[in-house]
T-cell receptor, first 111, second 115 residues
Framework: GDSVTQMEGPVTLSEEAFLTINCTYT??????LFWYVQYPGEGLQLLLK?????DKGSNKGFEATYRKETTSFHLEKGSVQVSDSAVYFC??????????FGAGTILRVKS | NAGVTQTPKFQVLKTGQSMTLQCAQD?????MSWYRQDPGMGLRLIHY???????DQGEVPNGYNVSRSTTEDFPLRLLSAAPSQTSVYFC??????????????FGEGSRLTVL
């Protein structure tokens, strides 16, 4: 079945450092891909998405490109802030709103 | 601007007890779902519904029941709680189709401990 694999955390960075969180997926068809973010004590919220190969999703300085050839959707940000500290989930959907999530990556940003 | 509201936020149960986690949304979303979040495993889909009167099983449905009598409400029932059901539970909703497919709106979660 479909699955999503994320890099293990926690990832600890200093403020203004470059961020990459790796995500690869396995799917039978051509899924839509998502990054969700969960801030402490809150539910998940959509950060960005891409619906077809070579699409780039972007939001709040984060971006990720749908790479079909490497089945990847890595999350990047050029300069992280303390307020970016959260858990980041990569997810895919082949069938409407049924999402398959990765295990999540904890990001900690130090000032 | 309520969005998705879950109650209770915290609950402690003894093995064998029953309870219902409540979920309500005020966005007129057709699709609603329940996930459980466990360390190192991400979120796993328990049950989902594509509209009033329609429910279906997700990846981990055993031990849970749901019903969808109205568009707004989607309660999750544990009939006989087990320690393996200790988890954080999230309710999520979405418009059923269209450009927002895959964008789920989550509640704040319900932390359940089964002793």
């Amino acid at each position: 079945g479909d699955s999503v694999t994320q890099m293990e955390g926690p990832v600890t960075l200093s403020e203004e450092a470059f961020l990459t969180i790796n995500c690869t997926y396995t799917a039978t068809g051509y899924p839509s891909l998502f990054w969700y973010v969960q801030y402490p004590g809150e539910g998940l919220q959509l950060l960005l998405k891409a619906t077809k190969a070579d699409d780039k999703g972007s939001n709040k300085g984060f971006e990720a490109t749908y790479r079909k050839e490497t089945t990847s959707f890595h999350l990047e940000k050029g300069s992280v802030q303390v307020s970016d500290s959260a858990v980041y989930f990569c997810a895919l959907s082949e069938y409407g709103n049924k999402l398959v999530f990765g295990a999540g990556t904890i990001l900690r940003v130090k000032s | 601007n309520a969005g998705v509201t879950q109650t209770p936020k915290f609950q402690v149960l003894k093995t064998g007890q029953s309870m219902t986690l409540q979920c309500a949304q005020d966005m007129n979303h057709e699709y609603m779902s329940w996930y459980r979040q466990d360390p190192g495993m991400g979120l796993r889909l328990i049950h989902y519904s594509v509209g009033a009167g329609i429910t279906d099983q997700g990846e981990v449905p055993n031990g849970y029941n749901v019903s969808r009598s109205t568009t707004e409400d989607f309660p999750l029932r544990l009939l006989s709680a087990a320690p393996s059901q200790t988890s954080v539970y999230f309710c999520a909703s979405s418009p059923r189709q269209g450009a927002n497919t895959g964008e789920l709106f989550f509640g704040e979660g319900s932390r359940l401990t089964v002793l």
